[in-house]
């Protein structure tokens, strides 16, 4: 009755077939260099600056307003982290201490 409403439910399920299978259930092999004729070194660094140049142009770059402000937020955030952990590593620092003192004085240590 299932085969019936789903003709489809012989084929196994895609997550079933093993990694690499093509769809006659042969194994999908791609080899390098078969889909054109063979470039060089040089031809194909000029080609990936080809393509450098060609996604460059396409980059949104952000005014020299934007790239201020993101700078100077940038610099109060950096200097106010500064000084947050400079002050948390002195309380720790004269916590140490003053345990340190408390206890030499409970062991009667110099």
């Known amino acids: 009755m299932d085969d019936i409403e789903n003709p489809d439910a012989s084929l196994p399920a895609p997550r079933t077939a093993r990694f690499g299978e093509g769809a006659e259930g042969k194994g999908a092999r791609r080899?390098?260099?078969?889909?054109?004729?063979r470039v060089g070194p040089l031809g194909r660094m000029s080609q990936f600056l080809r393509d450098v140049r060609a996604e460059m142009r396409r980059v949104s770059w952000p005014s020299v307003?934007?790239?201020?402000?993101?700078?100077?937020i940038t610099l109060i955030a950096v200097?106010?982290?500064?000084v947050y952990l400079f002050l948390v590593d002195r309380v720790w620092?004269?916590?140490l201490v003053q345990l340190n003192h408390l206890l030499n004085w409970l062991t009667g240590s110099a």
């Open 79 to 82: 200097i106010f982290f500064a």
């Open 65 to 72: 307003k934007e790239v201020k402000n993101t700078t100077i």
């Open 93 to 95: 620092a004269f916590l």
């Open 31 to 37: 080899e390098r260099g078969l889909t054109g004729p």
